[in-house]
């Protein structure tokens, strides 16, 4: 309409400003969105169940094409499931408010620290044992919220003098507060071991029985279909799933509409009054506090914790995860936990691969040679992500984008291919 | 909604080149601009009477779209005064000892040549900079060193003189974020979804369509901003800054970039904001706008206000032609007044 954006045909998409963002194809995602958002609330309930449980059961299953050689599978989910509860942290902070933050491994080893610290014989602080505070069965519980809260602290900590920084600057005042952090544990010697570490470090004594002395979750219980991998995955499983519903409701509300303004043009979001110092400190906290559960699990599961664990390359590896799977999506940073995490555990130990004889553990080895390719290649042609962000900021209103979505369809039918640009970009989507 | 004679045409702004081609075909689709569904090329997304059967009562929309909150000044009262405002950039005098004031329901225009310090006068207002010397008062209260978003909070609202949208969101999302400087609920509201969140976001939505609907882009609610036509997201972006319920609602040059016929829409609208009860300032370069729309206006020149009245006396002010065609006995300022060079 206006004279000075060239009047573009509705059936193409914008030219150059939209081209890779928003690339208006029927694609695989693009549909299951419209498909999931069209479905009644019970119904995505009815879909979203079944889907769980059979995600919880795939270590159970025993597929042939996912199971791995070299390692156990259900140690390799428990993995997966701690690196997708960091993901969905990470991605608050970076795919939501857009803030690049290169330390997170930081809030990952102060969660799992405090646990070790409050529950490790080594550690002077230890609070189990006779007459503490603690009881060996319950102390891994009772650590978690403490790790929960240390990290959120510390969050608010580094977040305070340093969210006044934008861009590159901020990136790395985190990376420096990455390496403090370990440093820190190597270097307090009395409090963290050094570089001996913290061992026996507390973790939930359920399941106790006669084969199982010290509980399912123990590192004892290796043997079986149900090892204690397959238990921590289920653990973490049920914490994805509470942050996945805790972090949906901040990100359909004010706070995430604010993260979202502050990505897109932080200058704009403030002048239309939104508290952007206050909001970006709010996404350090929450993410720094999902860092920290993951810490927590980590630490129990593996019962011992050292510097070399938390490593930068670590961090790196997690903003792998985010930016693999797609940067402010949900279930795409789940995705992207589960390549970075599966993928070498695949080769590792795998001497033919489709009847070509390979050696896995090499293979396997160079992992962050490959990731490194991965991500050159993915921001070349697909810089979104593999799943791109279609963030749904509104609590209500779904009728809405429903009537879009059926006008759309009703005018594709009338002039096929017409509208269909106006139609996917209308797609939310819906985690 | 045009109570101009849209004739002017070659009365454009910087980019009047492409106007002059296409204002023909301009002018004879301008009678449908605001009617959703009318525009042939960008069709609308949804029918907003079938969704949102309430808002086909326009006296409804304007209700909702009222401003909701106690203004201490009254009616034809001073809201705003800027008291001997100075703002320097290093050596640069960008605004000198600048003193007016903006009276609650009025729309007072700022004009003046390239340069003269009409942008500066409005970041010292907005809290973007801050003034070196003087005072701004704000509805009774000084605006001090009030951070950006309180300023935005208390009842300044603002749009962007080269657009500034949220451009992933859609339209409707842009607007909740307006709505969202006056809501209280944060991050534990939200988590929990207590009952005072569901309230707010429901209103939110629904104050957010209504003010779609009032600019007239209703229909596209749920498209990206970013694919939204230029006209389009200017008036998003007024529609997103009335969202804070502004009890001053600052415009810089929203017509930047229009044809004569979208401009002569705008001015409907602008006077529709203020009929709804908004004070509004306008910054502008087209004098033909400001004289059709405004009440009052303010001339500033290298950073001083020359002249201050009605449209009427401070267009045949000779200091203000002076200012304008840089020749101080030129006799017609009628057409050529806003081409500033």
């Known amino acids: 309409m206006s004279t000075t954006t060239p009047a573009t045909p509705p059936s193409l998409p914008p030219a150059g400003r939209t081209a890779t963002k928003d690339r208006p194809h029927g694609g695989v995602g693009d549909r299951f969105r419209l498909w999931w958002d069209a479905l009644a609330r019970p119904t995505q309930w009815l879909v979203g169940v079944p889907f769980l449980l059979f995600m919880a059961a795939v270590p159970l299953l025993n597929i042939p094409v996912l199971t791995t050689q070299g390692t156990d599978f259900g140690g390799v989910m428990a993995q997966f499931g701690m690196i997708a509860l960091i993901a969905i942290g990470l991605n608050v902070v970076v795919g939501q408010a857009g803030l690049l933050d290169l330390g997170y491994v930081g809030f990952y080893a102060i969660g799992a620290y405090t646990v070790a610290i409050l529950t490790s014989p080594d550690s002077p602080w230890n609070q189990t044992g006779d007459g503490m505070w603690l009881s060996r069965e319950w102390a891994w519980l009772a650590a978690l919220p403490v790790a929960v809260a240390i990290t959120a602290i510390s969050g608010l900590i580094l977040g305070s003098p340093t969210l006044r920084l934008r861009g590159d600057y901020l990136a790395i005042v985190t990376l420096g507060f990455g390496e403090i952090v370990r440093l820190l544990a190597d270097n307090l010697d009395e409090l963290t071991g050094g570089g001996q570490g913290l061992r026996g470090v507390a973790y939930p004594r359920a399941g106790v029985t006669e084969d199982l002395p010290s509980g399912v979750f123990s590192a004892g219980n290796a043997s079986g279909a149900v090892n204690s991998g397959v238990w921590w995955y ?159 900021l509104l609590t209500y209103g779904r009728e809405l984008y429903v009537a879009a979505r059926r006008s759309a369809a009703r005018a594709a039918g009338r002039a096929p291919g017409r509208t269909e640009a106006a139609a996917t970009t209308s797609g939310k989507e819906s985690s | 909604m045009s109570t101009h004679d849209p004739g002017g045409i070659g009365a454009g702004s ?165 709505t969202d400087a006056r809501h209280r609920t944060s991050v534990p509201g939200a988590l929990f979804r207590t009952s005072r969140h569901r309230r707010e976001e429901r209103d939110a939505i629904d104050r957010a369509m209504a003010l779609l609907e009032f600019v007239g882009v209703g229909g596209r609610a749920t498209e990206k901003a970013r694919n939204l036509s230029y006209g389009d997201q200017r008036r998003l972006e007024i529609a997103r800054a009335l969202a804070t319920e502004p009890k001053l609602l600052c415009l810089d040059e929203p017509a930047a970039g229009f044809n004569p016929a979208e401009k002569e829409s705008l001015m409907g609208l602008i006077r529709h904001i203020r009929d709804d009860g908004y004070t509004v300032l306008l910054i502008e370069h087209d004098m033909r706008l400001v004289r059709g729309v405004t009440d009052r206006i303010v001339v500033l020149e290298f950073g001083r206000v020359i002249a201050e009245g009605t449209p009427d006396e401070v267009t045949n002010d000779p200091k203000v032609i002076a200012a304008y065609l840089g020749v101080p006995d030129a006799p017609e300022s009628e057409e050529t007044t806003d081409a500033p060079a």
Request: with cysteine.
């Open chain 1, 234 to 392: 289920w653990v973490s499983l049920v914490f994805i799933v509470v942050t996945l519903l805790f972090v949906g409701n901040l990100e359909r509300s004010r706070v995430g509409r604010a993260w979202v303004a502050i990505r897109e043009d932080e200058d704009a979001a403030e002048i239309m009054g939104v508290p952007t110092f206050r909001f970006k400190l709010w996404a350090f906290i929450i993410g720094a506090s999902i860092g920290g559960a993951a810490g927590a699990l980590y630490a129990g599961q593996v019962q011992f914790v050292i510097p070399t664990n938390f490593n930068i390359i670590n961090s790196v590896l997690f903003l792998c995860a985010v930016v693999l799977g797609g940067q402010g999506n949900k279930l795409g940073v789940i995705l992207g936990a589960f390549i970075v995490v599966y993928v070498p555990n695949f080769f590792l130990g795998r001497q033919t691969l489709f009847g070509i004889p390979i050696d896995g553990d090499e293979i396997a080895s160079y992992k962050y040679l490959f990731f490194g390719i991965a991500l050159v290649v993915l921001m070349i042609f697909r810089p979104q992500g593999i799943i791109p962000a279609r963030q749904k």
């Open chain 2, 14 to 178: 910087e980019h009047g080149d492409e106007h002059l081609a296409a204002s023909g075909r301009a002018d004879s689709e301008a009678a449908d601009h605001y009617l959703p569904g009318a525009d042939v090329d960008e069709p609308a997304l949804i029918d907003v009477e079938e969704v949102r059967p309430e808002l086909a009562d326009p006296q409804l929309v304007d209700a909702l779209v009222a401003p909701d909150r106690a203004v201490h000044a009254r009616m034809g009262e001073p809201l705003l005064q800027m008291q001997g405002v100075t703002v320097r950039f290093g050596g640069l005098v960008a605004l000198d000892d600048v003193t007016f004031d903006i009276r609650r329901g009025e729309i007072l225009g700022l004009i003046g040549p390239n340069g003269a310090g009409k942008t500066t006068a409005f970041n010292a207002m907005t809290g973007v900079y801050r003034p070196t010397s003087g005072t701004v008062m704000f509805d009774g209260a000084s605006l001090g060193k009030a951070k950006r978003f309180s300023i935005t909070q208390r009842g300044i609202a603002r749009t962007f003189q080269n657009i500034r949208l949220f451009n992933e969101m859609t339209a409707l999302e842009n607007v909740v974020v307006g």
